[in-house]
């Protein structure tokens, strides 16, 4: 494996002197996401292979290359996985993409977001360094914690090579339920549901034929699952059925998204606590509010951004079959230099994915 970080290392510190731009590439399966990428391929599948796995400690390290989906087999041989569960989006996925994506999947309100799991990571950097961040337990940050500053960077500041990762055991339990409500009463009884000592672990409230359903999973010890079933009501799911649905919901495999035609995708980022949006067309929503999915003809995004931020969030461009830029919602004038300067310290000759994640970084 020296041999493979070897190569890289040249590369990178190749390009540096050449100033020429590199595109990280691991599986490939998340290029659709953030601005088109740029430069000459630079792939990460070489790095290749779990480096250690503590069951005992929940802490697993892997390298960038590693596929997402291998990873996880191995850990559900021990009865363990990573709860914020990852989309893959495609069979290439890796867990290099995983952690520069930063994305995360239908549990993400309850259980944290990818950031909240990465305890540490190599990298290289744009002068061609090999950088070692944080470590293989909880507690190991003395200062700014580098290692989840490269979570959702999308490869802007350095190429990651490895990654420790905290993981926990699957729940012993788990129930879905379905409610046929509208969107507004599916809003007020998740943030009623919030306030209660109940298992939640993930919801999504979906439109179809003018009818809404909001399906709401459970996870945690077997009594308090069975405890909140009769308390809650609704329609319990086949378990099986439920699995699959879950699985396609954070694919984004489910006839929501297949039918979204020419119509861009937005990801709209807001308070669990926001009401009901006024949207062109009724929301699919996620993480008991926080995370709405519209679909829009590709005028209609600044009128998202609008809504968006008045509700005290933001919207994210996330699928289009248009070359479209400024995907991301604009920073301001002082997060844009505080991401400048970075950039600079990390790669100060701009040759990571150049442009990938706002036009200018």
Not at 147 to 170: C, D, Q
Not at 185 to 206: F, I
Request: a neutral charge; aromatic letters at 6%.
């Amino acid at each position: 494996m020296q041999a493979e970080l070897a190569a890289l290392v040249d590369r990178v510190r190749a390009a540096a002197a050449q100033g020429t731009p590199l595109r990280i590439r691991g599986g490939g399966t998340k290029d659709f996401y953030g601005e088109p990428p740029q430069g000459e391929l630079l792939e990460t599948r070489a790095l290749r292979g779990i480096v250690t796995y503590e069951p005992s400690e929940l802490v697993v390290t892997v390298r960038a290359g590693t596929p997402l989906a291998e990873l996880e087999r191995a850990l559900a041989e021990r009865g363990q996985g990573l709860p914020f569960e990852p989309p893959h989006f495609g069979d290439g996925a890796t867990v290099g993409g995983m952690v520069a994506a930063g994305l995360s999947g239908p549990a993400r309100a309850s259980v944290g977001s990818a950031r909240d799991y990465v305890l540490g990571l190599n990298l290289i950097n744009g002068r061609g360094e090999e950088l070692v961040f944080g470590g293989q337990v909880m507690k190991n940050v003395a200062g700014y914690d580098v290692s989840r500053l490269m979570v959702g960077a999308m490869g802007t500041l350095g190429l990651i090579t490895e990654a420790s990762l905290k993981v926990l055991p699957v729940a012993p339990a788990e129930a879905t339920l379905r409610f046929e409500m509208p969107q507004a009463r599916a809003l007020q009884e998740l943030n009623a549901w919030g306030g209660q000592p109940l298992p939640l672990n993930g919801s999504c409230w979906l439109e179809h034929d003018g009818i809404g359903t909001l399906f709401l999973r459970l996870r945690g010890a077997v009594a308090a699952v069975e405890a909140a079933c009769r308390s809650l009501g609704g329609e319990r799911m086949d378990d099986a059925e439920s699995s699959r649905a879950w699985a396609a919901c954070r694919e984004q495999q489910m006839p929501w998204f297949a039918e979204r035609g020419e119509r861009d995708l937005w990801r709209l980022s807001v308070p669990q606590t926001a009401p009901v949006l006024e949207l062109p067309d009724a929301p699919f929503v996620e993480w008991h509010g926080a995370q709405r999915w519209v679909r829009v003809a590709p005028a209609e995004g600044k009128r998202l951004r609008e809504v968006a931020f008045a509700a005290g969030g933001h919207a994210t461009l996330f699928r289009t079959r248009a070359d479209a830029a400024g995907r991301m919602t604009p920073l301001a004038p002082a997060i844009a230099s505080i991401h400048q300067r970075l950039k600079q310290q990390f790669d100060p000759a701009g040759i990571f994915n150049r442009g990938r994640l706002y036009p200018h970084s």
